[in-house]
């Protein structure tokens, strides 16, 4: 089904074609200009502080309509627009809704972070309950999700940070041995590796610049991540080198989790190594046991050097591990998945990542025109769900992304306990976070203003290399303006 939109409002064409992607999929929506086989009209009025919005939907010949009203905020302005394109993206729903008969299990929510949705109710006043039955009535979502945001809201209960002085830090090593077939982040292949050094000299001078103006700052360093890219990908000595850097320039944290990613950049001289640092957390991915969709997906190991790895870095004394995976891969069905939970439910790490596989438009799955699995991918979601609960894990964070499989989510889950601080703070947004490397993204959160300011690293290599002070004086600049604030 292709279906042009038509809006009288600049601005919110985008916001109804998510509503439209909701029930359609990808490529349904297409420009008036282009062949279509249905026009979705949208009318606006104003009057006497009321909003009323109309849409119509016309397909072979055939007409239905919806009408919703909501009391206008008058003044021009950011709560103006997020009310208006609520009331609107609600009136699309309800109409998309009737005519496929269809009950999305995220209602009509398109943002990716529904637990910012919770919270605000309860910061307006309400109880979980009306928190709730508001989430229930104003998005449509299902019984299911809501318990999910239940359980979460529960597990970060305590472990967000509120202090205005209290910051993360985040160090990123973009490169990998061979690029998945769904990454979207900018990430280099490490190729000959020649990048690396050069690399890793920006990164320690960014290090010690950002240190001092921490210190200057009165910046109150809590938990670490390591991420990339694969910061295993790393030779020992390099990775060895920036760890005790790290440790040297920050002192010590409440938590530092470093991504060891691909089974493949792993062995018993780098696992010891990285012993010999406070690491509390790392990560080892399988993102799928079957040996055919590693290939399919591009990842250069197998499930049985998985198994290896994590077994070796049990020996060796990490007694917190995460695993990753993903439900609705390229050839896999629901009994592929269901092979994958049941071999990290033998392994049994401290928590494990669901994901759920989204399609960006810079990844190689998208290049290749590949087409979203349709179908169970709510039941592989849900079989994530069963085992991490079966593991006693809870779910302690979530987000969503575009282009993601029927519209799903990744979820977070770990042992009670185990649930990594770094992770929520990024997700809610709650803590202020430096972050160093190429494409890192600082973000200095101003609670009173509710803002956040944000500070980007440039993502290619090469230029983050050539530019790193300039990269310091963005972060110098955000961290000034909110200590002026
Ligand atoms: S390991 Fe992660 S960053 Fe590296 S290529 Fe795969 S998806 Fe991209």
Redesign the pocket.
Known sequence: MKIAIHTPLEGFTNDIADVIRLFYGEGSVVTPLDEHDAELVHEHEESGGVWRERVTLTCDGKEAAQELAGDAVAEEGLERKRRLKRLIKRCCYQLMKLHTGRHPAWGSLTGIRPTRLYYQQMEQGKTRNEARRALAELFDLTDEKIELLDEIIDAQSGLIAREPDACDLYVGI???????A????S?G?IGNGKLVEPYLQALYREIDLCSEMAREMGLRIRVGYMG???PS?LTTKQLDGLLSHIEKRFGAFDEFTVEA??PDTLDEDKLRMMRSHPIHRISI?PQTMNDETLQII??AHTAQQTVDCYELARRLGFDDINMDVIAALPGEDYAMFENTLAKIRELAPESLTVHTLAIKRSSKLHEQKYQQREGDVERMVNLGRETAHAMGMRAYYLYRQKYMAQNMENVGYAMPGRYCRYNIDNMEETTSVLALGAGGISKCVMRQEEKILRAPNIANIEQYIARVDEMVERKREAFAAKARA
């Not at 973009?174 to 998945?180: A, E, I, Q, V």
């Not at 769904?182 to 982040?185: E, H, N, P, Q, T």
Request: include cysteine; hydrophobic fraction near 10%.
């Open positions: 973009p490169f990998c041995t061979t690029r998945c769904y990454c979207s982040f990430s292949e990339g890219g694969t990908s990613g691909r991915n591009g990842r």
